[in-house]
């Protein structure tokens, strides 16, 4: 039964576990970006899939690549979202995986994350309410949250980890499943042993904390740069164009 990927769920128990206030809002923050990255993961992964499938043109290439190229100079979680936005558009409607997006991200997504990034870029640049304040951004964030959480899209397919043996390297290789078709989100979703290095909820999660269960983790911004080229250079190959 497909459901709230593994380390969602982990990031989603800390911060329901924690019980000091301002220790639970960054513990929201945390959460709120893996969900919202994990949106940006799916989308790009299918973005790249696309490009392999459907002839695009040049003009949609490189107004993609643009957006990517850009927005990667400054990878905030703003900028995630703003990937997901941007980006999705240029998949057909027949090849988008998850398949009512248009609709989910009108009426759910856009409007949670609007609510959501403005909450986490305050504290980011350093606001230390008291507790009741952090009490009061909790209740005013935590509905959107759940809206997204609760949306049919986070939890609809399943999310597995294979191996893919290349001579005599093994790796692992992330991807989400449902009946006839299987979208690969690696290496933007990576599969890293949280436990051995010990983090919790991978890089989106506090350090120092080990977890007890070895789990996908994102991928994020000290690796965005070499990510966008990577995107980009699928492109280039799956098409066989010269982008300029």
Same mark, same amino acid.
């Given at each position: 039964?497909?459901?709230?990927?593994?380390?969602?769920?982990?990031?989603?128990?800390? +911060? $329901?576990?924690? /019980?000091?206030?301002?220790?639970?809002? %960054?513990?929201?923050?945390?959460?709120? $970006?893996?969900?919202?990255? +994990? %949106?940006?993961?799916?989308?790009?992964?299918? +973005?790249?899939?696309?490009?392999?499938?459907?002839?695009?043109?040049?003009?949609?290439?490189?107004?993609?690549?643009?957006?990517?190229?850009?927005?990667?100079? /400054?990878?905030?979680?703003?900028?995630?979202?703003?990937?997901? $936005?941007?980006? +999705?558009?240029?998949?057909?409607?027949?090849?988008?995986?998850?398949?009512?997006?248009?609709?989910?991200?009108?009426?759910?997504?856009?409007?949670?994350?609007?609510?959501?990034?403005?909450?986490?870029?305050?504290?980011? %640049?350093?606001?230390?309410?008291?507790?009741?304040?952090?009490?009061?951004?909790?209740?005013?964030?935590?509905?959107?949250?759940?809206?997204?959480?609760?949306?049919?899209?986070?939890?609809?397919? $399943?999310?597995?980890?294979?191996?893919?043996?290349?001579?005599?390297?093994?790796?692992?290789?992330?991807?989400?499943?449902?009946?006839?078709?299987?979208?690969?989100?690696?290496?933007?979703?990576?599969?890293?042993?949280?436990?051995?290095?010990?983090?919790?909820?991978?890089? /989106?999660?506090?350090?120092?904390?080990?977890?007890?269960? %070895?789990?996908?983790?994102? /991928?994020?911004?000290?690796?965005?740069?070499?990510?966008?080229?990577?995107?980009?250079?699928?492109?280039?190959?799956?098409?066989?164009?010269?982008?300029?």
């Amino acid at each position: 039964m497909p459901q709230i990927p593994e380390y969602i769920q982990t990031l989603q128990t800390q +911060f $329901e576990a924690e /019980t000091q206030p301002f220790k639970k809002v %960054h513990r929201l923050i945390d959460l709120s $970006e893996a969900v919202i990255k +994990f %949106h940006t993961v799916v989308i790009l992964s299918n +973005f790249m899939e696309s490009m392999t499938k459907t002839m695009q043109s040049q003009e949609d290439i490189a107004t993609a690549r643009g957006i990517l190229a850009q927005g990667l100079k /400054t990878p905030s979680l703003g900028i995630w979202a703003f990937f997901t $936005e941007k980006i +999705f558009p240029f998949i057909p409607k027949e090849d988008l995986f998850w398949e009512d997006f248009h609709t989910y991200f009108e009426k759910t997504l856009k409007k949670a994350s609007a609510e959501i990034i403005p909450f986490r870029n305050s504290y980011a %640049h350093g606001s230390t309410p008291d507790d009741k304040e952090c009490l009061a951004d909790i209740q005013k964030i935590l509905p959107h949250l759940d809206k997204i959480l609760k949306g049919g899209i986070v939890d609809r397919y $399943e999310l597995r980890v294979g191996e893919v043996i290349k001579g005599t390297r093994v790796s692992s290789v992330v991807s989400l499943e449902k009946e006839g078709r299987s979208l690969v989100l690696s290496p933007l979703l990576v599969y890293r042993d949280s436990e051995k290095r010990g983090i919790a909820g991978g890089s /989106t999660g506090l350090v120092g904390e080990p977890s007890r269960t %070895h789990q996908p983790c994102l /991928t994020v911004n000290r690796k965005a740069r070499s990510l966008s080229l990577l995107v980009l250079s699928l492109v280039e190959v799956s098409k066989g164009h010269t982008l300029p």
